[in-house]
């Protein structure tokens, strides 16, 4: 937030453009871009990219933060994670995730050919991949929203509790679902952050992946 704060003001300060002409360009108050600009309220990804493309700026990349803590003691942290703050993991297909799941050491179909993408997340056990979002099940009117077309990176070994985004397949399903766990009156629902479609139960058949780290957007 505060780094496309930074941008737009120099972006207005370059194009000696007002609040109140941004305001215009985006349909909005001059009002509603100061509370954005001085921090008193926080726009969406497609908010954000709205006023960058008024400024003639067509491209963001936005990492949101759903980050899983990592508590290893600085002096504890192995050394590919001091020294090499990023790494690269796979961008699998909503078909394979058991597959990614249940090969620790190598990726299923690694090839040449094979699309990777770097993160700062050093996963537990060095196996995690990405995924693509696909449809509007985690596009949210409003709060946390994960939108289609956004990568989301997943560790397969972190414990799914509820509160955890996390990716889940039904044996008799050939994809795997993106979806919020959650727990009420004793039963675990896996729950879209979209109101417009249904939760469905956890049952003992699901299968819990992975849970999700991670959501980059690029616009």
Avoid at 50 to 57: C, E, I, N, P, Q
Avoid at 201 to 214: A, K, M, N, P, Y
């Amino acid at each position: 937030m505060d780094k496309w704060i930074e941008l737009v003001k120099a972006k207005m300060s370059e194009l000696k453009v007002t609040q109140t002409e941004l305001g215009e360009r985006v349909g909005m108050s001059q009002g509603g871009i100061g509370h954005w600009l001085n921090k008193r309220r926080e726009p969406g990804v497609t908010e954000m990219n709205r006023v960058l493309k008024a400024l003639g700026m067509d491209f963001l990349e936005v990492v949101l933060v759903i980050r899983e803590p990592q508590p290893t003691p600085e002096d504890e942290m192995p050394l590919a994670q001091k020294y090499n703050p990023y790494f690269r993991y796979p961008v699998c297909d909503w078909r394979a995730p058991c597959e990614v799941r249940d090969t620790a050491a190598s990726y299923p179909g690694a090839s040449a050919k094979q699309r990777f993408e770097l993160t700062d997340y050093h996963a537990r056990g060095g196996a995690a991949f990405w995924l693509t979002v696909t449809g509007d099940s985690m596009t949210a009117p409003s709060g946390q929203s994960i939108a289609e077309g956004m990568l989301i990176l997943v560790d397969p070994e972190l414990e799914a509790v509820p509160g955890k985004l996390v990716i889940a397949q039904w044996p008799d399903s050939e994809e795997a679902i993106f979806r919020k766990l959650d727990e009420q009156a004793g039963q675990r629902y896996l729950v879209p952050l979209n109101p417009t479609w249904p939760k469905t139960l956890l049952t003992d058949e699901c299968r819990i992946i992975g849970v999700v780290v991670q959501a980059t957007a690029r616009y």
